[in-house]
């Protein structure tokens, strides 16, 4: 069994300059491309700020997620850029769906998502729900005024793993390769699944819970 590595992440650096950044991100996005949404009948906006839009630079280095001030000015602008879509939308005068997803453990995925047409209901069902949860907030700290304008709804952002996913060795470039997802499949995804979808007679997916997105709206 190879020693396990730990992960070194890597110091975000310049902070003016990197709040600077995220007040031209801010800037850039309050502006709605109806165009691009009539045309789809969706549009997003996501955290396109430099570092944390970049990959890692090696397999055991990575930028961390935005915290204390970025995260706070990160959170402040996804409900700035969302009043101004809003008022957009509003004036288009026909029903659309407009929330923030902010996931709870990757802050970087976080966006803000619209949505016309057809494209509405598919976007309701893109998360599973979450029982009993009336009595858990996300913690906004220094923004709490700010999202109290919000009804937040939490929710599951599942991942689902095909129940044919590990294949046979010969499908792998080594035999490493192959122990490595074998163990990752058997001693993670068929130990912590929490139910089953059918796909057909022979398929299946394993449905895991990847992370806890909360999503944002204004009535």
């Not at 992440?9 to 300059?17: F, M």
């Amino acid at each position: 069994m190879s020693k396990a590595t730990k992960t070194k992440y890597k110091k975000v650096r310049g902070t003016n300059r990197r709040l600077r950044n995220i007040d031209q991100w801010i800037n850039h996005n309050k502006y709605l491309n109806l165009q691009v949404l009539d045309i789809y009948q969706c549009e997003y906006v996501k955290f396109w700020v430099s570092p944390w839009d970049r990959l890692a630079m090696s397999i055991n280095s990575q930028i961390p997620e935005p915290e204390g001030v970025f995260k706070e000015k990160f959170i402040q602008g996804l409900f700035e850029i969302y009043d101004c879509w809003k008022q957009q939308l509003d004036q288009l005068e026909k029903p659309y769906y407009l929330k923030i997803w902010l996931f709870e453990k990757n802050l970087r995925r976080s966006q803000i998502v619209c949505a016309i047409g057809e494209k509405i209901q598919f976007y309701e069902n893109t998360f599973s729900q979450v029982e009993n949860s009336d009595d858990q907030k996300y913690d906004f700290e220094n923004l709490d005024n700010l999202a109290k304008a919000f009804h937040w709804e939490k929710r599951l952002d599942d991942l689902l793993i095909e129940n044919d996913f590990l294949e046979s060795p010969e499908k792998y470039v080594d035999l490493e390769a192959y122990l490595e997802t074998k163990n990752y499949f058997e001693n993670y995804v068929l130990q912590n699944y929490k139910a089953t979808i059918p796909y057909d007679s022979e398929k299946f997916y394993y449905v895991l819970e990847n992370d806890i997105v909360w999503l944002g709206q204004k009535t």
